[in-house]
T-cell receptor
Framework: AQSVTQLGSHVSVSEGALVLLRCNYS??????LFWYVQYPNQGLQLLLK??????LVKGINGFEAEFKKSETSFHLTKPSAHMSDAAEYFC???????????FGSGTKLNVKP | NAGVTQTPKFQVLKTGQSMTLQCAQD?????MYWYRQDPGMGLRLIYY???????DKGEVPNGYNVSRLNKREFSLRLESAAPSQTSVYFC?????????????FGPGTRLTVL
């Protein structure tokens, strides 16, 4: 069965520091991969997605993620955190064999001044 | 352009009561979805509608029904609410039926069943 693992339910960084949010998937065939962000009391917003084009995907708000097949990972990064990045981030996959979203459990990012 | 709107924002029900969650989108999207979000579990798909006139079950459809009223509106009904249905419910839409198409989410409905 497909699964998505997000390491760390809470991550705290200082403003200006590197943001690294981890996502690993379990699948022998690389799925489609997504990162969504959820600000408090709002719905989810797509940050970026990987659909088998370039392995380094750039998204909105300065975020990017790199697909690494050998590590079955799709970690989200941003070089310099901003206070406005404080939110919950969800990794999601769609297996190529059938159409269904699987979401990770989420990582809450706290940005300290 | 409001995007995806959901009503109500908050609702408290007693066990056994029924209610309908409303969702509308003004982006002329073909596909619409209902998810529930529970702490520590991410989002789970309840039902989706790939196009007007069609609906399909998702991962957790039991206890729910849906209606794709027209291209704009997709409602979710709880016929007999149970405490296990306490959750935050999100509606989403996408332009096409392909699952890799970007989904746009509404602000959610927080439902508590006592």
């Amino acid at each position: 069965a497909q699964s998505v693992t997000q390491l760390g339910s809470h991550v705290s960084v200082s403003e200006g520091a590197l943001v690294l949010l981890r996502c690993n998937y379990s699948s022998s065939v690389p799925p489609y991969l997504f990162w969504y962000v959820q600000y408090p009391n709002q719905g989810l917003q797509l940050l970026l997605k990987y659909t088998s084009a370039a392995t380094l995907v750039k998204g909105i708000n300065g975020f990017e993620a790199e697909f690494k097949k050998s590590e079955t990972s799709f970690h989200l990064t941003k070089p310099s955190a901003h206070m406005s990045d404080a939110a919950e981030y969800f990794c999601a996959v769609i297996p190529r064999s059938f159409n269904k979203f699987y979401f990770g459990s989420g990582t809450k990012l706290n940005v300290k001044p | 352009n409001a995007g995806v709107t959901q009503t109500p924002k908050f609702q408290v029900l007693k066990t056994g009561q029924s209610m309908t969650l409303q969702c509308a989108q003004d982006m002329n999207h073909n596909s619409m979805y209902w998810y529930r979000q529970d702490p520590g579990m991410g989002l789970r798909l309840i039902y989706y509608s790939a196009s007007e006139g069609t609906t399909d079950k998702g991962e957790v459809p039991n206890g729910y029904n849906v209606s794709r009223l027209n291209k704009r509106e997709f409602s979710l009904r709880l016929e007999s609410a149970a405490p296990s249905q306490t959750s935050v419910y999100f509606c989403a839409s996408s332009e096409a039926a392909g699952w890799t198409d970007t989904q746009y989410f509404g602000p959610g409905t927080r439902l508590t069943v006592l």
